[in-house]
């Protein structure tokens, strides 16, 4: 093992790249393995890394791989209903550190096992939400947090194109909706878009791949805080991902390309236009703006700074995913949180 340095691997070669690409990068890290049972997508993944196949041991079997490569942080980027088994079986054998790909799980009792495994383990884990890592996104959240618009009372968002898809993408979504809500949901309404109106309170995503099995989906979610979101994962619609944050004494409007802000003189009065936030860094390409998210967790295993994508939070997405699910299927009901379990 290189000194000082914490030794990594990633579980899923498939969409795993961007994963492999951070760590190589990252000076916290030793890249050391890839896993993944379908030696096909290899190749793919070495392309999308920009390393050399032969610079990493290779593995079919994540469990060999656990057993013999003494690991300290796994990406697991495995489909997305295949995530609690390889988290679990890491932790259990001493990995410290875990980046999940998005949404952590499928089901509240997989998430559930997840988060009890970590807390068992005292280990870590961040959730493959690239957005909580961008400077514009965590600037924007600490003018909230300070009160620069008053009192967060709404959040507006909105997710368009084909792949519009409620679990697969839609949960950049919801999770940034949970990210600047700063609070634990409370309740969802939910209407699918038009041909999903039967689909079901199971998920069944088929591994997230095809937008005919993911549906887009209108969600109503309130905060125990009182924030209310409205969140928008809509296919027929351009391409795009924005968030409308209202408070009592302004607003923040905010995409992966810019951020405009505007300022009341007075609660609910007439907002005028003022400079945004500090933090300017947007989005960046693929595998580079997960360095900042692997450098992050290093940190955090030691327990030097706070988590920015946490597995509670993760909880949190998926339950209101979850619960969308639900509400459709009963005629757009309302659905308490947390969800019952069994």
């Not at 990068?25 to 920009?50: G, K, M, Q, S, T």
């Not at 609910?268 to 960046?284: I, K, W």
């Not at 005629?331 to 379990?341: D, F, I, M």
Request: overall charge negative.
């Amino acid at each position: 093992m290189a000194e000082g340095k914490l030794r990594a691997a990633v579980i899923g070669a498939g969409v795993g790249g961007g994963h492999g690409y951070a760590y190589a990068r990252a000076p916290e890290y030793e890249f050391a393995a890839v896993c993944d049972i379908n030696p096909e997508v290899l190749p793919r993944f070495y392309e999308r890394a920009e390393i050399e196949r032969g610079s990493i041991a290779e593995y079919a079997d994540y469990r060999a791989m656990l057993a013999q490569e003494r690991l300290d942080v796994v990406s697991v980027a495995t489909p997305d209903y295949l995530h609690a088994d390889p988290v679990c079986d890491a932790v259990a054998a001493g990995v410290r550190g875990i980046f999940c790909e998005k949404p952590l799980a499928t089901t509240a009792e997989d998430a559930d096992r997840i988060i009890d495994a970590l807390t068992r383990h005292n280990a870590v884990l961040s959730v493959d939400h690239t957005r909580s890592w961008l400077p514009s996104y965590q600037a924007v959240r600490t003018a909230i947090r300070s009160g620069e618009i008053g009192s967060l009372t709404r959040i507006v968002a909105h997710l368009g194109g084909r792949r519009a898809m409620l679990f697969r993408n839609g949960t950049h979504l919801v999770d940034a909706v949970c990210f600047f809500a700063d609070a634990e949901p409370v309740w969802v309404i939910a209407a699918h878009e038009r041909g999903f109106e039967d689909y079901g309170p199971v998920y069944d995503g088929r591994g997230g791949r095809d937008p005919q099995f993911d549906p887009g989906s209108t969600i109503i979610v309130e905060f125990a805080n009182g924030v209310r979101g409205l969140i928008n994962c809509a296919k027929r619609t351009p391409q795009m991902f924005e968030l409308d944050l209202q408070g009592t004494d302004g607003r923040f409007y905010l995409t992966d390309q810019h951020c405009m802000a505007w300022k009341t003189d007075t609660s609910e009065g007439t907002p005028e236009a003022v400079s945004p936030p500090p933090g300017r860094g947007y989005a960046s390409p693929f595998g580079a703006n997960l360095i900042p998210a692997v450098q992050e967790l290093a940190q955090a295993i030691q327990g030097d700074t706070l988590n920015s994508s946490p597995a509670e939070r993760g909880r949190h997405v998926l339950e209101i995913m979850v619960a969308a699910l639900w509400s459709q299927a009963k005629g757009s009901a309302k659905v308490e949180l947390p969800l019952p379990r069994g």
